[in-house]
């Protein structure tokens, strides 16, 4: 089976750093996806991480550890308009993805 | 292109009627997946395809849900009878091959109310 979590709230000012986080378990392990999803739209595409280590795209940044059964996803310089849920999933040798709850981020002026 | 389209946008309907739900992916794309987006439960899969045939629906919730793929471009999901407890997000997404670059695309989702 497959676990995933991630904290429900986050608060952060803007143009600060934030860090969010996701630890699974899983028995079999495809690569790593993070999405955002602003209230009352689909979630967007961010990123794709399959080996350890950093990948950086622009502002946002998504760090995995296979080992530790780890990653974060790191945004920098926040706007307001980072105001949105930021979900962790996991692919498992099929196409199919399984979601966490995801992270509520609110930004504050 | 269009992106994925679902209709309706919004639905509310009574206990125990039919209700189909509607998805197009993008032209290309030979992966289509129904999810359904609750408060408590997030994001969990139904069901999803490979061209147009079904390959896992261990997501769908009991025999009341049904989805059908009769084409490449046009997918529903149905419910029947429906129940309070459906009501949620319904997202349709697809994929093509590029999904470790690009993921999933989803759809606007449709807004089920059961009352």
């Known amino acids: 089976g497959q676990n995933i979590d991630q904290p429900t709230e986050m608060t952060a000012t803007e143009g600060a750093i934030v860090q969010i986080n996701c630890t699974y378990q899983t028995s079999g392990f495809n690569g790593l996806f993070w999405y955002q999803q602003h209230a009352g739209e689909a979630p967007t595409f961010l990123s794709y991480n399959v080996l350890d280590g950093l990948e950086e795209k622009g502002r946002f940044s998504s760090f995995l550890s296979r080992s530790k059964g780890y990653s974060y996803l790191l945004l920098k310089e926040l706007q307001m308009k980072d105001s949105a849920s930021y979900l962790c999933?996991?692919?498992?040798?099929?196409?199919?993805?399984?979601f966490g709850t995801g992270t509520r981020l609110k930004v504050l002026a | 292109d269009a992106g994925v389209i679902q209709s309706p946008r919004h639905e509310v309907t009574e206990m125990g009627q039919e209700v189909t739900l509607r998805c197009k992916p993008i032209?290309?794309?030979?992966?289509l997946f129904w999810y359904r987006q609750t408060m408590m439960r997030g994001l969990e899969l139904l069901i999803y395809f490979n061209n147009n045939v079904p390959i896992d629906d261990s997501g769908m919730p009991e025999d009341r849900f049904s989805a059908k793929m009769p084409n490449a471009s046009f997918s529903t999901l149905k419910i029947q009878p429906s129940e309070p407890r459906d009501s949620a997000v319904y997202f349709c997404?697809?994929?093509?091959?590029?999904?470790?670059?690009?993921?999933?695309?989803f759809g606007s989702g449709t807004r089920l109310t059961v009352v």
């Open positions: 999933a996991l692919t498992s040798g099929t196409y199919k993805y399984i």
């Open positions: 032209s290309g794309h030979d992966y």
């Open positions: 997404a697809s994929s093509g091959r590029e999904r470790v670059l690009y993921g999933y695309t």
